[in-house]
């Protein structure tokens, strides 16, 4: 659920960085958020079947 919650935040503040005046790069932001974005939604669809979102690594 940290996953989740994390990747939520970096969502938003994209957003924010897009929306901002002084985005220079506002296109390679762009192609940033899309990335982001299916990135949510598969984090999302990870909660919401219920896998462990945590990496372990052994």
Request: glycine share 4%; aromatic share 10%.
């Amino acid at each position: 659920m940290n996953k989740t919650l994390l990747t939520i935040l970096m969502f938003a503040l994209l957003l924010l960085f897009i929306i901002s005046p002084f985005a220079a790069l506002a296109s390679l932001m762009l192609l940033v958020l899309v990335s982001a974005f299916f990135s949510l939604l598969g984090n999302l669809f990870q909660a919401i079947i219920g896998r462990d979102t945590i990496s372990h690594k052994p």
